[in-house]
């Protein structure tokens, strides 16, 4: 009867590695963010030297299209102050989407970001969006994405 535990436990254990095994052979990569990680050249516009805090309202929420070399579409937000409406970029849809926090039209929200210039346009690069008592984190201060979670920064 032991012996016939051991023989079980041998073939499970045998069977879980050759499993292992096949997958990496049959090309499982690690696609890693798809062009929106903290080296690519749209995060390096990311300055913490321009960054401020605005409030207001949020007057859409769109997808933008992928810049080059970047696997998906981007979420911005249109945010109307009292002194300007301005283009709010959160990050990648597939990152925004799953999160728990949800951004419509509408919503009063305080947001922190770097100013930048993008297509000639202003806009923000946002880092922290506070919307009621929950606060949605997309960057750390120094600009580091948190969607690329462990990487060395």
Do not use: C
């Not at 499993?19 to 690690?30: E, I, L, N, T």
């Not at 390096?44 to 579409?73: A, F, H, I, N, Q």
């Not at 970029?89 to 929200?109: S, T, V």
């Amino acid at each position: 009867m032991r012996n016939m535990r051991v023989v079980v436990t041998l073939i499970s254990l045998l069977s879980l590695f050759w499993v292992a095994d096949s997958f990496a052979q049959r090309g499982m990569k690690w696609r890693g963010s798809g062009g929106w990680g903290s080296g690519s050249q749209y995060n390096r516009m990311y300055d913490p030297k321009t960054v401020e805090t605005l409030s207001g309202e949020v007057v859409s929420v769109d997808e933008t299209p992928s810049m080059r070399g970047m696997s998906s579409y981007g979420v911005h937000l249109l945010l109307k102050t009292e002194k300007e409406a301005i283009s709010v970029h959160l990050g990648p849809g597939w990152f925004i989407e799953n999160q728990d926090i949800p951004i419509a039209p509408d919503d009063k929200i305080e947001m922190k970001g770097s100013r930048i210039t993008f297509e000639g346009e202003p806009a923000l690069i946002a880092a922290e969006v506070v919307k009621g008592n929950e606060v949605l984190k997309l960057r750390d201060d120094n600009g580091f994405p948190v969607w690329s979670g462990w990487r060395r920064r």
